[in-house]
């Protein structure tokens, strides 16, 4: 994983940590306010495996991420629904001794969520922009379609779990349009978050 994102989203967590006990009820009927979320993810298809210098073999998979998401979320009056729409930035990298590759996308999430006290269950739309399968130099670099998904999801308190079904389809290859070999890739992933709504 990328060494600055993972020190992102351990900064953003704890700043919410913090603050967390100083925050009036982010559910309460009619409350809006911004979402901010940070998660591992990991499933899906073997997009690539390469062989490092030393002899070490890593793969990247098509649903292996670490994300971070921004957003909005607003409890409906006088019911225990509610609406969270997110986007933000999802990635999984490996490192080699000359290259650093990696696949990462946009990740943009639309669910109603029904609670319970702190029990939330939601269910929803995922839309990934723009993938991009990046092997600097290794390999052919790789565009795939913008792909939708369904997600449903478990939350409580601050801490939840989600599953991801979703199918990426490449585009172009090194900029050329069409693909060669394999085309689709099966992204369906399970991965925990940590969301904070404020």
């Not at 210098?53 to 998401?69: E, H, Q, R, V």
């Not at 269910?123 to 290794?138: E, F, N």
Request: charged content about 10%; glycine content about 14%; hydrophobic content about 40%.
């Amino acid at each position: 994983m990328n060494k600055h994102i993972g020190a992102a989203l351990l900064g953003v967590l704890a700043v919410c940590l913090v603050t967390t006990a100083q925050a009036s009820d982010p559910w309460a009927p009619g409350a809006t306010g911004l979402s901010l979320e940070a998660g591992l993810t990991a499933g899906g298809d073997k997009l690539v495996t390469i062989t490092d210098t030393n002899g070490d073999t890593k793969s990247l998979y098509a649903g292996n991420s670490l994300f971070t998401d921004v957003g909005v979320q607003h409890n409906f009056g006088d019911s225990g629904w509610s609406l969270r729409a997110t986007g933000g930035f999802a990635a999984d990298a490996q490192s080699y001794s000359n290259a650093n590759v990696s696949f990462a996308y946009v990740p943009v999430n639309v669910l109603g969520i029904y609670s319970v006290g702190n029990n939330h269950f939601g269910a929803g739309l995922a839309v990934h922009l723009s993938p991009k399968l990046d092997l600097d130099g290794l390999g052919p670099n790789a565009d795939f379609k913008t792909a939708t998904g369904l997600v449903l999801q478990y939350q409580y308190w601050l801490f939840g779990v989600r599953y991801t079904a979703i199918r990426y389809q490449i585009s172009s290859v090194n900029n050329v349009p069409g693909c060669f070999g394999k085309c689709d890739y099966d992204g369906s992933s399970i991965g925990v978050f940590f969301n904070y709504v404020f």
